[in-house]
């Protein structure tokens, strides 16, 4: 966007440069020529019309010309609010991008946590999954030895292949008390890991439900922090506008200057403006209205250099720009940038041999 402004204000500029260039000779070609005609021919009212109507001529492009350098001063801080605005995006940016990764690092430690712990936990159950088994196995063998000590309760062994009536019928036989007593305490056993056995899927299943939460939410600030570009390009972008920025203040100066010049042009135009009606300082006035037709020549010539360099830069000016600065090379961008300020070096109002009569 302020490539295209500054495109607009550089066709602007030209416009009015090529005013500049068309007052200066008109003022140079008819109106001082007729200026001074009048004067020698001592028609003095009509000298002062003529003198009037130069007048009106140059404040119209003063005041142009001003204009212009209000414009150059208001885009040169429109870019910098835009630089401004670029460098503050940037570390806000950046901000973001790094609290985001410090969420990230910290999701990612607490699911490495609690996966550990799940491990460890899943570890746990499969060892009690183990003994559970083996005291089964353990309680069954004592069982079965013992029924087989009993023909009545060998006889319910065979028939029942459950150890749970077995173990009914051992109590309700009231024999061997020493195995009736070991048995109690398997029993007692298997309770008690059975219990840890669903204190442990509980706690597995809590932990599963807490690792699948936090890689939900892991899943989602990755797509946040993904979901931002990269502040690279943004560092690339406020170099080139503070680049731009000081062509612009050259710019600014360069009108600045220009006003300047005009008010002295014009101060020397009408120097000798008093003595239009005084016969015996004709000659003076004369000479100054022919001073400052030179004057009004050399400037003219010289608009008319500065015209070609700001239709040349309105065409091309910060082309580059318009693109994402990304897909450039430094020395690429370097080399447009130097094309651009080079033109610039090229904007001069007077050559040096000429401004000396100009101060005077």
Partial sequence: MRAV??????????????????????????????????????????????????????????????????????????????????????????????????????????????????????????ETEKNIEAKNRELQNLVRDAAAQSSRLAILAAVVPFIGPLLKAFYEARTA???????????????????????????????????????????????????????????????YLTKIQKILIQLKGFWENIYSLLGTIKDRTFVGEELIDQPDFKEEFVKSIQTASKIWEAFGLSCGKAVQIFRVQSKDAYRFLEIDPSSLSPAVWQKEYDSVKERLQQLKVFDDGTKPAIQS
């Fill in 5 to 126: 402004e500054t495109q607009l204000l550089f066709g602007s500029s030209e416009a009015v440069l090529l005013k500049c260039v068309g007052t200066s000779q008109n003022l140079v070609s008819s109106l001082f020529p007729m200026l001074i005609q009048a004067v020698e021919k001592n028609k003095p009212v009509l000298a002062v019309q003529f003198l009037e109507k130069a007048r009106a001529w140059i404040t119209e492009i003063i005041r142009d010309v001003e204009k212009m350098a209000d414009r150059y001063n208001t885009h040169n801080k429109d870019v910098a609010t835009t630089t401004s605005d670029i460098i503050t995006e940037k570390k806000e940016t950046d901000k973001q991008l790094d609290q985001l990764s410090k969420d990230i690092a910290a999701m990612m430690d607490t699911i490495k946590k609690l996966e550990a712990e799940l491990n460890k936990t899943t570890a746990q159950l499969t």
């Fill in 177 to 239: 008390p020493a195995v009736a007593e070991r048995i109690k305490a398997l029993e007692s056993q298997l309770n008690q890991l059975n219990a840890e056995k669903a204190s442990l899927k509980q706690q597995q299943w809590n932990l599963q439900v807490q690792v699948i939460d936090w890689r939900m939410k892991l899943a989602k600030l990755q797509l946040d922090k993904d979901a931002i570009p990269e502040p690279t390009h943004l560092g690339e972008v406020q170099r």
